[in-house]
Nanobody
Framework: QLQLTESGGGSVQGGGSLRLTCTVA??????MGWFRQAPGEDREAVAA???????QYSDSVRGRFTITRDNDKNTVWLNMASLNPEDAGVYYC???????????????????WGQGTQVSVSS
């Protein structure tokens, strides 16, 4: 099975930027996604990308975040800009069973998950 590891989280001021990295061991071609969860809140989708590099975003991050991947490097990134306190939480990298992402970014459709990386945004 796949093993996913996130890195790049940290603390930034509002308006700042971070880049999260997800490395995948045992990688094969899958739809990959980024999700986040604030304390006491449900996990929510942030972005997803299929094996062809076609990306989709939640409305709350579209235009500010960019998801990219390099299949040869077994790596997925999430570039986050114009961060605000509502973006804070634990960010998780996840993989589906298929290369397609479709339009559904429900966490329940993603089988493999990393341990998460913390993102804090101060006002």
């Amino acid at each position: 099975q796949l093993q996913l590891t996130e890195s790049g989280g940290g603390s930034v001021q509002g308006g700042g930027s971070l880049r999260l990295t997800c490395t995948v061991a045992g990688y094969d071609l899958r739809c990959m996604g980024w999700f986040r969860q604030a304390p006491g809140e449900d996990r929510e989708a942030v972005a997803a990308i299929n094996t062809a590099g076609e990306a989709q975003y939640s409305d709350s991050v579209r235009g500010r975040f960019t998801i990219t991947r390099d299949n040869d490097k077994n790596t997925v990134w999430l570039n986050m800009a114009s961060l605000n306190p509502e973006d804070a939480g634990v960010y998780y990298c996840a993989a589906r069973e298929t290369w397609r992402c479709g339009t559904d970014m429900s966490p329940t459709t993603f089988k493999y998950w990393g341990q998460g990386t913390q993102v804090s945004v101060s006002s």
